[in-house]
């Protein structure tokens, strides 16, 4: 439980959850969770997953100040929370993308967006068969002559390459 010495985090905390599903109720929860006492984050995190069930995947999307902290090996617990994760402009190398891939706060991602992170085809086939997300989309861009390259997961372990965009 959050700290009732934080003022109306706590009020708010439980409004957030209580409310309809929304863009804005997503980034004041992220939000209220940067603001959360570090010997209390994992708690809010454990009593915000049962009441974000009902949440659209594509609104629960990693703050890309979480995803920084992840990618520069500091992942906070509330990367738990979210269903999409979205890197963009950020070359990334192999043992990184691994990393990435076998993350256990990523588990229950459904949806992972590489773009333009330095992806050539071979190591975008490597990331996909290494990946164990049972459904994400990644879009690897090059600056140079490829705009992307979008992988889907027709389903577990099955991976397609999927349309140049």
Do not use: K
């Not at 190591?123 to 290494?130: N, T």
């Not at 459904?135 to 600056?143: C, F, K, N, P, T």
């Amino acid at each position: 439980m959050i700290d009732p010495s934080q003022g109306d985090i706590e009020a708010s905390f439980d409004s957030l959850l209580a409310a309809p599903p929304s863009e804005p109720a997503w980034r004041a929860l992220t939000a209220l969770l940067d603001r959360c006492p570090a010997a209390l984050l994992e708690g809010a995190v454990a009593r915000a997953l049962p009441a974000l069930e009902a949440w659209p995947d594509a609104l629960r999307r990693a703050p890309g100040a979480w995803v920084d902290a992840l990618l520069e090996g500091r992942p906070g617990p509330g990367l738990a929370l979210c269903r999409t994760l979205i890197v963009v402009g950020r070359r990334l190398s192999a043992a990184e993308l691994s990393a990435l891939a076998a993350h256990p706060l990523l588990a229950d991602l459904t949806d992972l967006r590489l773009f333009d992170v330095g992806l050539d085809d071979a190591l975008a086939s490597a990331f996909a068969s290494a990946c164990s997300l049972p459904l994400y989309e990644v879009i690897a861009g090059s600056q140079v002559t490829v705009p992307g390259i979008v992988w889907s997961a027709r389903h577990q372990g099955v991976l397609q390459a999927g349309a140049v965009v």
